[in-house]
Each structure stands twice: as structure tokens, then as C-alpha cells.
């Protein structure tokens, strides 16, 4: 079961994912690595997922954080990066939260 996003400054994600990490947990770790069109949240915006779906941060205000988490779930069992992008036409952006098209592209890797 997920919890609801918790929104830190930057540099908490990290400490969070660390402290998971230092707790004995399995952790990954998403950073938007690039943006184009309208993007909730702006390249370096993070989102830490424990082996349980316990999160913190974000790398989209809400839009792709479930997709995200999933792809994350299965990199902290398979150990493989992944890029994963997110890209909306202008008629489909109002349907998953975008105030317009655009496209994020976002990087998740195990942090060991």
C-alpha cells in the first residue's frame, strides 16, 4: 500500500532515501533528468520509493507518480536503471493534469 506523496525540499528526499536505506530498506530513487512543454516539476526534482511504496518527493505533482512508483517497485527487485518518458499531446494534457502537452523524462535506479 502507498502513501500519499510527501513534499521535501531536495535535499530531505535524499536524507529520507538514506535513512530508509540505513534502516535496512530497498530504495529507488527517481530524478526528472529533463522537461519540455509544460512540467509540473523541474529537472532535479526527485521522488524516493521504498520496497513497500512508501514515497517522498515528487517528479510530477501527482501526473505520472503512479506509473513512476510501479517502474520503481520493479528496478528494486530487478537492480536495473531505467529512463522511463512521459509525453502528453496538447488535447490529452487536461486528462492527466497537465496544463498543457509536454513530455518529462525521468531516470530510476536501486540505490545500493
Known sequence: MTNPTT?????DILAQALNWKKDGRKVALATVISTWGSAPRPAGSQLAIDETGQMAGSVSGGCVEG????????IIKSGAPKTLEFGVSNDEAWEVGLACGGKINVFVEKLD
Open 7 to 11: 513534499t521535501l525540499p531536495e535535499d
Open 67 to 74: 506509473a513512476v512508483i510501479q517502474e520503481a517497485l520493479e
